[in-house]
């Protein structure tokens, strides 16, 4: 057990839909990255959030957007969804800005219908 | 465009025998270099990491080795156990300066199966 939790553990829904994930990181930990894991594809950085603030941004679309919470919650929301949007989203945390090693969550399978 | 390339997507060990699993990186800003281990419906387990300051790293049955000229590192496993089933990904930050990113860019992974 990591220390990461992520909810819900499954998500189905329709195309066009709008949904919402969310993920607690280790305690004490400040940093909060988002990853997506498509069929046959490696775990792609969305985007990173420290201690409230956006950090760092990858191949995250214009219809995905996060926050981070002054709990160090973070939510990933996920609208206008797609087919091609299913896949696993993984949140990690780390203990701080400057540290490589992240704990990753169980994570969240979504399946667009 | 991929940064980080793990070319074998799977590879089946005896029990008791080595395991190497290796890894290809394109970019020259990395400089810090992770393995993670996967089992199926949970998420990446960090394993162990390296920094490029060094060439090899230890932690008990698994070792990293990292070769800065090839851009290559590799993860050893000795001996191989069952439970050591499962993916392993390769992942990489340019981070460790301080001057780059922490967000890590991860292969696509290596299926280990260690056979009894």
């Known amino acids: 057990d990591s220390g990461v939790t992520q909810t819900p553990k499954h998500l189905i829904t329709a195309t066009g839909q709008r949904v919402t994930l969310r993920c607690s990181p280790r305690?004490?930990?400040?940093?909060v990255y988002w990853y997506q894991q498509s069929l046959d594809q490696g775990l792609q950085f969305l985007i990173q959030?420290?201690?409230?603030?956006?950090?760092a941004k990858g191949n995250i679309l214009e219809r995905f957007s996060a926050q981070q919470f002054p709990d160090l919650h973070s939510e990933l929301n996920l609208s206008s969804l797609e087919l091609g949007d299913s896949a696993l989203y993984f949140c990690?945390?780390?203990?701080?800005?400057?540290?490589?090693?992240?704990?990753f969550g169980p994570g969240t399978r979504l399946t667009v219908l | 465009d991929q940064q980080v390339k793990q070319n074998s997507p799977s590879l089946r060990v005896q029990e008791g025998r080595i395991s190497i699993l290796n890894c290809d990186y394109t970019?020259?800003?990395?400089?810090?270099f992770l393995w993670y281990k996967k089992y199926p419906a949970e998420g990446p387990t960090f394993l162990i990491s390296?920094?490029?300051?060094?060439d090899k790293n230890e932690d008990g049955r698994f070792t990293v080795f990292l070769n800065k000229s090839a851009k290559h590192l590799s993860l050893h496993i000795v001996p191989s156990q069952p439970g050591d089933s499962a993916v392993y990904f390769c992942?990489?930050?340019?981070?460790?300066?301080?001057?780059?990113?922490?967000?890590?860019?991860f292969g696509k992974g290596t299926k280990l199966s260690v056979i009894p």
């Open positions: 990690a945390s780390s203990v701080g800005l400057a540290v490589n090693e992240q704990f």
């Open positions: 305690s004490g930990d400040l940093s």
């Open positions: 959030y420290y201690n409230g603030e956006e950090r």
């Open positions: 970019n020259s800003m990395f400089d810090y």
């Open positions: 390296i920094s490029s300051i060094k």
């Open positions: 992942a990489a930050s340019a981070g460790y300066s301080g001057a780059g990113s922490y967000q890590l860019t």
